[in-house]
């Protein structure tokens, strides 16, 4: 009877182990779901919004209608960039409605490069006289 007791006690204490081991490694790759909607000043839909994890490689695209869904760490923030949107950084949560502002300094970024020199009589058919009927 003792050999039984002894062997009930073993197998007990490598199913303890085994489910505490089991237990961290679940805890240690647990992630949330988080989805939201991203939208512009006016409430319009964003397609295209690149929304990150900050620190990963993790990252969804908005669709259609301006919404994400993503498998982040708990506690994870999330960061959300467009072009000609300011980019935000904000942690995430269930479900977020997210709005992002227009980037008004974009425009000074446009660079405008042009090469070589034309005089007007050079020019062979790219000027129109307004003055001369077609008809």
């Known amino acids: 009877m003792q050999i ?19 237990l961290v490694s679940t805890l240690t790759f647990a992630q949330s779901k988080v989805s939201g909607t991203v939208k512009d000043a006016n409430g319009d839909p ?14 969804a695209v908005t669709d259609i209608n301006g919404n994400y869904t993503l498998n ?8 959300l960039s467009y072009i000609g949107f300011t980019s935000k950084t904000i942690k995430a949560s269930g479900n977020s409605q997210i709005v992002l502002d227009e980037d008004n300094t974009a425009l000074n970024e446009v660079v405008v ?6 005089r007007l009589n050079d020019d062979k058919g790219g000027v129109v006289d307004s003055a001369t009927p077609f008809f």
């Open 4 to 22: 039984v007791q002894k062997t009930n006690g073993r197998s007990m204490k490598r199913v303890l182990l085994s489910s505490a081991l089991l």
């Open 46 to 59: 964003l397609i295209g919004v690149s929304v990150m994890e900050v620190g990963t490689n993790n990252g």
């Open 113 to 118: 490069v042009g090469y070589g020199t034309m």
């Open 72 to 79: 982040v760490k708990p506690g994870a923030k999330l960061k």
